[in-house]
């Protein structure tokens, strides 16, 4: 299980990595207006990304949502899982670890009732895999076990798509995948 879910990561971010700068920015740009184009609740509190490496870039989708009065965080690593602190445009950012940045530790935190959540691998039934540390599992784990049941949007270029992502009884499926080409509707 663990090696397959290696071998489909290893597979997906070579794709991923093998995308020129202009067809990145392209597909960023239109993963961005599909994100937007959902019907995402009023104020609704969403949590978004930072790239690292060669993620889809979701900086302008995170401006244009604080606009419309949505509450955006971005992912922090602390030591008991991932918090999510609230971020406006234009807000100094931290260094929070594995190249991520985000705000500091004097900014809100936010309840994500929708996560647009990274991934290295998805598949067409909701499977997703991140970079192997559990982290989003866990904190979608942590929300359940308050009560929160968060809209799970996995945030994917199209050639990180594989068969099959071996899932575990911790992993949770998405309720939506969103790529520059589809968006993929699972609950
Ligand atoms: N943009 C972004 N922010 C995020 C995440 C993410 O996946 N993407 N995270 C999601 O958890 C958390 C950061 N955690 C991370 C944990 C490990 C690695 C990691 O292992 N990176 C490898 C490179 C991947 C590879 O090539 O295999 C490394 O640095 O060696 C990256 C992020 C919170 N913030
Ligand atoms: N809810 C959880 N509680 C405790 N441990 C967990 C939980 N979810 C995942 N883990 C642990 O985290 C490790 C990595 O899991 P997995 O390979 O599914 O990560 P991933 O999906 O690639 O990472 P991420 O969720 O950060 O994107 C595993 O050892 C797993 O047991």
Redesign the pocket.
Known sequence: M?AE?ARV?KLALGRRDGIDPVARAEGSAAISEAVLALDLAPGAAISAFLPILSEVDLTETIARLDERGHPVGLPVMVKSGLVFRRVRPGDALVPLGFGTRGPGPDAPEIIPDVLL????AFDRQGG???????????????LRAAGRFPRLIGIAFSVQEVAAVPM?P??APLDMIVTERNVFRFA
């Open positions: 663990a879910k990561r959540m990274p991934l290295t997703r895999v991140g970079y192997g540390r559990g982290f989003y599992d866990r904190a979608v784990a942590d575990e911790h992993d």
